[in-house]
């Protein structure tokens, strides 16, 4: 066995800068693709009120756009179909409560509506969304 060097010494080094690159690409990646994976949001404008509450999570969240066009549950609905879910819901839980969002733009009536086919069909609880003034 004789003399030592430099050869014989094991490699202890690191290179962090190829994997400094790979996370920075890796990052940029999901930066660009987030957006595409991200659901849209319904654009409703709520109305303003001082003495709003907080309202709990809701099987039954039904949306009223500016343009008038139903949500439930953030899917694009006909009266129909919140008919059956509404009847379905109130199957498993005849205690289930509505929210409605609508835009503070959307007329009147429009909201009156929806409102009056949820409690026709039996929902005893609905709650109204509005924004803290």
Known sequence: MGKVTEADE???EINVV???????VVLIIFMVTAPLFMKPAINVNLPKAASGEQTAPSKLSLSIDIKGQLYLNGAVSSEEEIKSKVTAELAKNPDVQAVISADQEVAHGKVVKIIDLVKGLGVKKFAISTDKK
Do not use: M, R, S
């Open 18 to 24: 190829p994997l400094v690159d790979v996370i920075l």
């Open 10 to 12: 094991p490699l202890a």
